[in-house]
């Protein structure tokens, strides 16, 4: 019967899609125009999704009518239901695909539609991955509409070359016809066959050169049974849902959605907005015919997909060696796509956290200096020997220059400083004493071409003034006692990093 499945919609999409071509492109309904699209280019319809609706329909129809068909009452409302809520969502697509509806209004109806599929039973309620399971208790509702929408979309965006997500979708299906068959969830293996049919007869007339293309109709459809079946396909028990498995199915599609996502939000465009930096794209961009980044998708997404069978059905050992091994070859092939695509973006992004990161231990390191030195001024024998210690312990402080002096004083002049960081020193007075009109002052110089350099000499010369101040409102210091080695007392620090300034 899934054979007979197969094929009926197999035909059914090879009959029915060169009608809706003529059909479409006698009235001229194309569907509107893409951003990007080149103007000059021959007109495509994009209208689809209803030869791939359709034929998926007729499939199943036919099936419920076949004499030897034994099903269930929940088998029969599974179809019915998943039916009902994929032509909800196939028509808001044609209509985004006729007027170019909004991003909220579709984000709507696409929530709208995971709520139908919630109402007649599709609900993820437990996860397991390997041996642990967890039961997401009152999140039900939320993770299914996020699951839902969230393939949906990724569905939406990957469709951008002739043939892609039609392929990528027939992938996806045939992974999960075989995980579904054999934990024997036949219900969703008969869907799979029906809309695997569909798209196999499609991709006919959608691959390079395409003669119609899926549309936001055919995408949003597509999305919405594989998001469906994916999970519903991969339920072990009752209600467990091996998640790893449509993950792992749809892992080329949400890893796209993705880094859409984090793109857009890097270069401070919308989240929901267009642009040419797709994975598809950018392998245009690098040199790929056509066809063959179209192949490479395929096979990415194929590679992915078995890895996602192995992990539900391989002995312990193999799925955690799988596991291990399919993590690690996909950060080195993301790594590897991010510099070779020309993701800038993430190049850029990852530059500056990773020397953010230093640049804020390095704060905290000389944050942490200041408050040693201030410990051995407080000790301090003499203004000579206080001046020592600031001035032995600039350097280590981050500091170019550090002395305590009249504020009229024209010691620790700019052209005292080195010349190469001369011109762009900032200089910080800080008055140690009051009542004066020419204050005692804690003059500082620093190299702070940024906001976290001058936020840290800021802090270092509150804690140093600090220290200075109340040795000077102290009592005054006690004659220093000659030492019998003749050298005078310690005023070096050092440094948190083990490192300290030259004597």
Same mark, same amino acid.
Request: charged content about 15%; hydrophobic content about 55%; overall charge positive.
């Given at each position: ?25 006698? &009235? ?22 209803? *030869? ?19 099903? @269930? ?12 809520? +994929? ?5 808001? +697509? ?55 929408? @969230? ?11 002739? +043939? ?109 907005? *267009?642009?040419?930096?797709?994975? &598809? ?8 015919? %056509? ?52 993701? %800038? ?45 600031? %001035? ?55 190299? *702070? ?55």
């Amino acid at each position: 019967m899934i054979l007979s499945v197969f094929a009926i919609a197999a035909v059914a999409a090879l009959l029915v899609t060169p009608a809706v071509v003529r059909v479409v492109t006698a &009235h001229g309904v194309y569907g509107h125009v893409r951003p990007g699209a080149d103007p000059a280019a021959p007109r495509v319809p994009r209208l689809g999704g209803i *030869a791939v609706c359709l034929a998926t329909t007729a499939a199943l129809g036919a099936a419920v009518l076949m004499p030897d068909r034994a099903a @269930g009452a929940s088998e029969n409302a599974f179809l019915a239901g998943t039916l009902l809520a +994929g032509w909800l969502i196939f028509a808001a +697509g044609l209509l985004d695909d006729l007027y170019d509806l909004s991003p909220v209004t579709k984000l709507l109806a696409q929530c709208l539609a995971a709520l139908v599929a919630y109402g007649v039973g599709f609900r993820i309620e437990q996860v397991s991955f390997g041996g642990i399971s967890v039961q997401v208790g009152v999140l039900s509702l939320l993770l299914t509409v996020l699951w839902i929408v @969230g393939v949906v979309n990724a569905f939406n965006l990957i469709d951008g070359l002739d +043939g892609l997500a039609t392929g990528i979708g027939l992938v996806a299906l045939g992974s999960t016809f075989v995980v579904a068959w054999m934990l024997g969830n036949t219900e969703v293996a008969l869907v799979c066959a029906a809309l695997g049919g569909a798209l196999l007869g499609f991709l006919r007339y959608n691959f390079r050169p395409a003669r119609i293309f899926l549309g936001d109709s055919g995408s949003q459809f597509v999305g919405f049974m594989v998001a469906v079946l994916s999970v519903h396909g991969s339920t072990k028990s009752a209600t467990a849902v091996l998640a790893a498995v449509p993950l792992l199915i749809l892992a080329l599609p949400l890893l796209d959605t993705l880094l859409s996502i984090l793109r857009r939000w890097l270069r401070g465009k919308p989240v929901f907005g *267009a642009d040419e930096r797709h994975l &598809h794209h950018r392998l245009l961009a690098v040199g790929l015919t %056509h066809v063959r980044a179209v192949v490479l998708l395929y096979v990415l997404a194929a590679g992915m997909a078995v890895l996602g069978v192995v992990l539900a059905f391989g002995p312990a050992r193999m799925v955690t060696v799988s596991a291990l091994a399919g993590a690690g070859v996909s950060v080195a092939l993301l790594l590897f796509a991010i510099k070779r695509l020309g993701y %800038h973006e993430f190049v850029e992004a990852g530059s500056v956290v990773t020397s953010g990161m230093r640049r804020v231990r390095q704060s905290i390191r000389d944050q942490i200096h200041a408050r040693d030195v201030a410990q051995v001024l407080a000790r301090a024998e003499s203004m000579v020997h206080l001046q020592a210690i600031l %001035h032995d312990n600039a350097g280590a402080l981050g500091l170019l220059y550090a002395t305590v002096c009249r504020e009229s004083s024209p010691e620790g002049r700019r052209a005292e400083l080195p010349a190469d960081v001369a011109a762009r020193a900032w200089k910080l007075d800080w008055p140690v004493d009051a009542g004066s009109a020419d204050p005692c002052v804690l003059r500082l110089w620093a190299d *702070a071409p940024d906001d976290l350099g001058m936020l840290t000499a800021d802090r270092t010369a509150r804690i140093l003034a600090t220290a200075v101040r109340e040795w000077m409102a102290g009592p005054p210091p006690a004659p220093p006692r000659p030492r019998p080695d003749g050298h005078r007392p310690p005023h070096v620090v050092p440094s948190p990093s083990g490192a300290s300034a030259a004597a």
